[in-house]
Structure formats: C-alpha cells, structure tokens
C-alpha cells in the first residue's frame, strides 16, 4: 500500500496567503524527508476563502517534492482539454515523469455558471476532455469528433509526458462514476466520507465492472481518501481532535465523522489501513482534518515516523 497526502488548498479568507504557501512548501519538504509516495492538491473555484490554484503551485512545489507522485485532481468540465492537456505534459516532462492525474465531475452549480456550462452536460463534457486529452498525450495526428468538442484537422501535442501512458485516475462516489472509472481510468479515487462498509460495497462494484469489460484489476490502482489527525500517543489525538466530533467536520454525517475519519495514534490508523488494504486499497491519501500548521505537521510526522514503515516492511 502507499501513502500520501492530500493538502489542503482551501483556506479561511482571514489566513495570511502568503504563510499558506510558506505552510505548504514546510509540509511538502518534511513529506519528501519522511518517505511519503504521493501528495494531491484538490480543484476548488469560485470560492469565498483562499484557493489555492492546482497547477500553479504543484508545478511550484514539485522542485522540492524529491521523489514523491504529483496528484493535481482537475474538474474537468470546467477545462478546455487541449490546453489542459499541454499544460500536464510539461508539468510531467518537468517533474521528470512523476504524474498521475485524479479527474472528478464538479458539483457546484454557480461554478458552472460562471464558467459558461451546465450540470447537465457535466457527464458528457467529462468524458469528451478526458478522451481528448488521453488521445493527444498519447498519439499524433489526433482528430476527434463530439457533442462539445471537435477537431477537424490532426493535431499534434509536444513535448508529450515522459510517463507513457500517464496515469489517470477517477474520481467519484455514485455508481456511474465507478463504472466510468472502471471503463476509462487507470484508477479510481474512492469519495473521502464514505464509511468503511460503503468503500468495501464500492470496491466490489469496482471490480466486478473491471471483469465485465475485460480489464485486469492488477493494472489499477484503487485510491482510498480519509481525513485524519494523529498524535504520537492515542489518548493525544483523540483528546486534540475531540473538536471535529463536537462541531461538526465537513457536513460528514454523525456515522461519517466516528467511521471514515481517523483519529489518535499510530496504532489506530496501521489497524484501519490494514483493513482497508485487505479489502483491496493500493494507495491511500490522508487529509489533516484539523490544517493549522503545527497540527498538520504533526499528523505528517507521525503518519512518516509510525505508519509509512510499517507498510514498507
């Protein structure tokens, strides 16, 4: 199994953006020293916090990121697929063939105003960008032809990624988008609040459409996402978190919050991740559940220190 980090990249409007960015390069760095294997940066728009933008700032941490996969999540509906798709081949040929892209739908209708579409055309506008950009990241001469999109004359993308194919993973939780995934990723990045019942009904639905169309599991990874806040003791980390379960984390329900998060030490999050591997998780990706700096760095170091070599044994 290997871990990672999904960082935060939205923040309270009242934080200082420049020290945001001083925290992320701080938990970036520890993350390369410690051995993690990944860290994403998610795709928010329109917010009324700070947003971090993707491509910006993976592109910026990536020159001290060591030897960790870069996982920029896009919305895709919102991007137009030949530029994202050149704007991802430099990053890869930048970061020397460490990219893997997580790909999701979007579900804020005033994000889709704004940027001239509809929920109702997500799905298709999805799929067109994701064929689109898997088509010129990987061939010459491309034409396509679509509901949104389509290119008469061939077209040509250089410099192409140095990771032929570049992995693609999918992102989403209703059972289409797990089809989807099945059908046209690499991977699958399972919803963050699911409980662990609900992760092992979407894993079956997972492989089983993997079966049906041919496709062997052993080639995809499966990408279990989980916000979380550890301390070197658990008495520490429950007692630190304590706030997540009295007000409430993320609009996650009552059942969400005590079974999908992870709190207290390193014992308590090596048994959930067993679990979860055993149930068929190939990469996982933690969230600091409670993000101001010491807290978040705390959780880093005892994720690098306790759970990572328990894993790499």
Not at 123 to 142: A, N, Q, Y
Not at 158 to 169: A, E, R, T
Not at 229 to 236: E, G, N, Q
Request: charged share 20%; hydrophobic share 40%.
């Amino acid at each position: 199994m290997k871990i990672g980090m999904s960082l935060t990249s939205s923040y309270s409007i009242s934080r200082d953006s420049t020290v945001i960015m001083e925290n992320l390069v701080e938990e970036v760095k520890l993350m390369a020293q410690l051995g993690f294997d990944s860290f994403s940066l998610g795709d928010h728009h329109l917010t009324a916090d700070h947003y971090v933008a993707v491509l910006p700032a993976i592109s910026s941490l990536s020159s001290i990121s060591g030897d960790m996969r870069l996982l920029p999540l896009f919305l895709l509906p919102f991007y137009n697929p030949i530029l994202l798709a050149e704007q991802l081949a430099t990053l890869d040929v930048i970061s020397g063939g460490r990219i893997t892209v997580i790909n999701a739908l979007g579900y804020d209708p005033a994000a889709f105003t704004a940027f001239g579409t509809s929920q109702r055309v997500r799905v298709s506008r999805f799929e067109e960008t994701f064929e689109i950009m898997r088509l010129l990241l990987e061939k010459d001469g491309v034409t396509y032809q679509g509901r949104h999109y389509s290119i008469d004359a061939p077209i040509s993308l250089n410099p192409k990624p140095i990771s032929q194919p570049l992995p693609m993973w999918i992102a989403g939780g209703a059972e289409p988008a797990i089809k989807r995934a099945a059908r046209m990723g690499d991977g699958w990045a399972i919803v963050p609040g699911w409980t662990p019942d609900v992760v092992k009904q979407g894993i079956q639905v997972y492989r089983d459409s993997l079966a049906e169309l041919g496709r062997d599991e052993r080639d995809m990874d499966i990408v279990l996402r989980r916000d979380t806040h550890l301390a070197p003791t658990s008495d520490a980390g429950h007692r630190e978190a304590q706030t997540l379960f009295e007000n409430g984390y993320r609009g996650f329900t009552a059942q969400q919050v005590e079974q999908s998060l992870i709190t207290g030490g390193p014992a308590e999050c090596i048994e959930y991740l067993e679990d979860m591997e055993r149930a068929g998780v190939t990469h996982v990706l933690f969230r600091c559940a409670l993000d101001e700096r010491e807290q978040a760095l705390q959780t880093i170091r005892v994720l690098g220190n306790d759970v990572i070599p328990h894993f790499k044994r």
